[in-house]
């Protein structure tokens, strides 16, 4: 963060400070959440969850060289005590954001944020130090927490923008005002929440109506509940997709034999050819956002092009591709699904099997439960499951409970797959049946909900041997 001290910190939070010999000192180290990151000028923001109160933490912290503790009540240490400690670590990363004078560049979507959100923040590191969300903490405080990372050299911040509701976008660009708003698509991911795609597309609007009159909107022209939001907005619109009205488009777009895309990439300054190290046909529409944003901020396609052929995959369990030695491939896609997000990942898987196929290899999919789609979670489902089929995957493995029967189910009726499609308890038994299956030259994608935990399928598989179970959960 950028030195503030304790007093201003108060100042600024409206906050009383508590055992504190010296209000000038200054915080110099990370705004931390969790007291194992915490380093000496760091300050201590303290949480009370279900399970843990920060503030049990507070002499600890202290110890390891923390300036001081932001928490709701004192602690006998130095602290800062706020009535409500969220609203308290809003205010003051609004007023380091204020401060900064970087780009600040926010992004949301029912899909593909965090994947674009790496794109982006890797194509615009190429040009000045750039300060992104990590993962996808990207609620009310994790991007909060990701702006006070920011420093005086930072020139770009780009943070990720999650909503389960109406007002949530809102809530969050009041925190850290965007100049430019990019909206991926409105899919169905909480569509059981929000109760609709056209009340998902009034939320994730919400982000192009904060953007001011010299800020741009960046929208999917693919995408017709995200191309409408140009109406919300009295900043300049830009689009991008593989529509010919986008002004970022993709032309000629193929994969390459292991399921990699490459396209030639038009913007308004020229053209130039990107190959991607990522998998799958999906990234293209997120290349393309992050060639949107780059564009917007003056870099040109050269540079673009070449920064998108580089970047590689920086947020854990999504389309992990991994070769194990005895010629097995994992695909660990395991983070989150939507049918979005799932429909994407089969075809990645679909296009990887053509070089595995070649050599005798199959391609399994092994899916769970996809959480928060409500009424539409049979149809759902069932259609995911009927996709593999179509998609000519080899074989299904549907781990969990009443979900995984339907996935199951949709693939029995589309193809009558009988023995290529199975059902199976948990996370231990879909790896018992793996291990004894499993063939040189296979291509293994697990993909579910983040609830059911199936990066423990792929993490066992990857252990190798037969020997060993899934972490318990």
């Known amino acids: 963060m950028i030195a503030l001290s304790l007093a201003e910190i108060a100042e600024v939070?409206?906050?009383?400070?508590?055992?504190?010999?010296?209000?000038?000192?200054?915080?110099?180290?990370?705004?931390?959440?969790?007291?194992?990151e915490v380093e000496p000028g760091s300050l201590f923001v303290a949480f009370v969850g279900e399970r843990v109160d920060g503030h049990d933490f507070a002499e600890a912290v202290v110890a390891a060289g923390a300036v001081a503790v932001l928490g709701s009540r004192p602690m006998g240490v130095p602290a800062i005590v706020v009535p409500d400690v969220q609203k308290a670590l809003g205010a003051l990363a609004r007023h380091v954001v204020q401060r900064l004078g970087a780009t600040l560049v926010a992004l949301t979507g029912s899909a593909g944020k965090t994947s674009t959100k790496d794109l982006i923040a890797q194509v615009l590191q190429s040009k000045a130090p750039t300060v992104f969300t990590p993962g996808s903490l990207n609620n009310e405080i994790g991007l909060p927490l990701t702006a006070l990372s920011a420093t005086e050299e930072t020139k770009f911040l780009v943070l990720e923008m999650g909503a389960r509701g109406i007002g949530h976008i809102r809530y969050l660009a009041d925190l850290t005002p965007p100049r430019i708003g990019l909206v991926l698509n409105v899919g169905t991911a909480h569509i059981g929440e929000f109760g609709g795609r056209e009340q998902i597309a009034q939320a994730k609007g919400e982000l192009v109506e904060s953007l001011p009159e010299d800020g741009a909107a960046i929208l999917n022209a693919d995408d017709p509940l995200v191309r409408a939001m140009a109406s919300r907005t009295k900043a300049k619109v830009l689009l991008f997709g593989e529509s010919g009205e986008a002004d970022v488009r993709a032309e000629n777009v193929r994969l390459t034999d292991s399921g990699q895309p490459s396209f030639m990439l038009h913007t308004p300054s020229g053209c130039?050819?990107?190959?991607m190290r990522l998998y799958g046909e999906h990234h293209v529409s997120n290349a393309l956002a992050a060639a949107a944003v780059a564009h917007e901020l003056?870099?040109?396609v050269a540079e673009i092009a070449t920064a998108l052929s580089e970047a590689g995959s920086l947020s854990r369990w999504r389309m992990e591709v991994t070769e194990r030695p005895d010629g097995v491939t994992i695909v660990n896609d395991a983070y989150n699904a939507n049918p979005e997000s799932m429909r994407a990942a089969l075809r990645a898987l679909a296009a990887m099997g053509g070089a595995s196929r070649a050599k005798g290899g199959r391609t399994w999919a092994v899916l769970g439960k996809m959480a928060e789609l409500g009424d539409e979670a049979l149809a759902e489902h069932d259609a995911v499951g009927r996709l593999a089929v179509r998609l000519n995957v080899s074989k299904l493995v549907a781990v969990g409970g009443r979900e995984a029967?339907?996935?199951?189910?949709g693939a029995y009726n589309e193809g009558s797959w009988g023995e290529e499609s199975v059902h199976v308890s948990d996370a231990q038994a879909a790896?018992?049946?793996?291990?004894?299956?499993?063939?040189?030259?296979?291509?293994?994608?697990v993909k579910a909900s983040r609830s059911v935990g199936l990066e423990s399928i792929a993490e066992a598989l990857l252990a190798g041997g037969a020997q060993g179970e899934v972490d318990a959960r």
């Open 13 to 36: 939070v409206g906050g009383q400070t508590y055992d504190i010999p010296d209000p000038s000192v200054q915080v110099t180290g990370s705004v931390v959440r969790d007291s194992r």
């Open 431 to 445: 790896v018992d049946l793996l291990r004894s299956e499993l063939r040189p030259g296979d291509v293994v994608l």
């Open 405 to 409: 029967s339907w996935l199951q189910l």
């Open 298 to 300: 003056g870099m040109s």
């Open 272 to 275: 130039s050819d990107v190959t």
